[in-house]
C-alpha cells in the first residue's frame, strides 16, 4: 500500500499565498471605525493578520506582514487609506511592527500543532500579544501617559479582539466546514 504525501507548495504559490494575505490585510484595514479621542482605530485588519498567518505559517505568515507594512510605505493600504512613513513613526507604528511578530508566533504554533480550535485560539491570543506589546510601547512613545495608553490603546479594543480571534480560530479548524476547506488549501 503506497502512503501519498501532499505535494510542496511551488515558489509561485507560496508567493501567491503570501501576497494575498497582505491584500487581505489591506482590504481589512479599510473596514475601520475612529473612537471619540481615539488615536488607534478600530479595524478588521487583527482578524486578517492572525487567522492569515496562522493558515501561512511562521515563515510566509512574516513575509507576508512583512509585505503589508512595505506596501504601506508607498500605498494607501494602512487603516482609513493612511501611507507612509509617518504612520509607522505615528501612534500606530508599533501595532504595525507587531503585526510581523505576530505573523511569526501564531504561524510557528500552527505549524506545530496544527488548527484545530483549541490550540488556535491560544496561539491566536499569544498572536495578539505580540501586537499589543510592540503597539502600546511605541504607542506610550508618542503619548507618554500609561493609563491613556492602556485605556485607548489596549481596552476599547479587546472584546472586539476576542470575537475576531473566536471567528478565526473557527474558520480554521478543520473540523469545521470552512475549516475543511481552508485546511484543502493550506500550504505544507
Not at 508607498?74 to 511592527?97: E, R
Not at 506610550?140 to 485605556?151: K, L
Not at 471567528?167 to 500550504?187: I, K, S, V
Request: proline share 5%.
Amino acid at each position: 500500500m503506497q502512503q501519498q504525501t501532499a505535494a510542496r507548495p511551488t515558489i509561485a504559490v507560496d508567493a501567491a499565498a503570501v501576497v494575498g494575505i497582505a491584500l487581505l490585510t489591506a482590504l481589512a484595514a479599510q473596514i475601520s471605525v475612529h473612537l471619540p479621542n481615539d488615536p488607534v482605530p478600530q479595524t478588521l485588519q487583527t482578524f486578517s493578520v492572525l487567522g492569515g498567518t496562522a493558515w501561512l505559517g511562521a515563515r510566509r505568515g512574516l513575509l507576508s506582514m512583512g509585505l503589508y507594512v512595505m506596501m504601506g510605505l508607498v500605498f494607501p493600504v494602512y487603516a482609513g487609506g493612511a501611507h507612509g512613513w509617518s504612520v509607522i513613526s505615528g501612534a500606530t507604528g508599533g501595532y504595525l511592527v507587531g503585526f510581523m511578530f505576530a505573523g511569526i508566533v501564531t504561524g510557528w504554533i500552527c505549524d506545530r500543532f496544527g488548527t484545530r480550535y483549541l490550540v488556535t485560539v491560544p496561539a491566536l491570543l499569544l498572536g495578539s500579544a505580540a501586537i499589543y506589546v510592540p503597539g502600546l510601547l511605541w504607542f506610550h512613545h508618542v503619548y507618554p501617559n500609561w493609563s491613556f495608553v492602556i485605556h485607548y490603546g489596549f481596552t476599547v479594543f479587546v472584546v472586539g479582539d476576542l470575537l475576531k480571534i473566536a471567528a478565526a480560530a473557527a474558520m480554521l479548524d478543520p473540523a469545521t466546514p470552512w475549516g475543511r476547506l481552508l485546511e484543502r488549501y493550506r500550504l505544507a
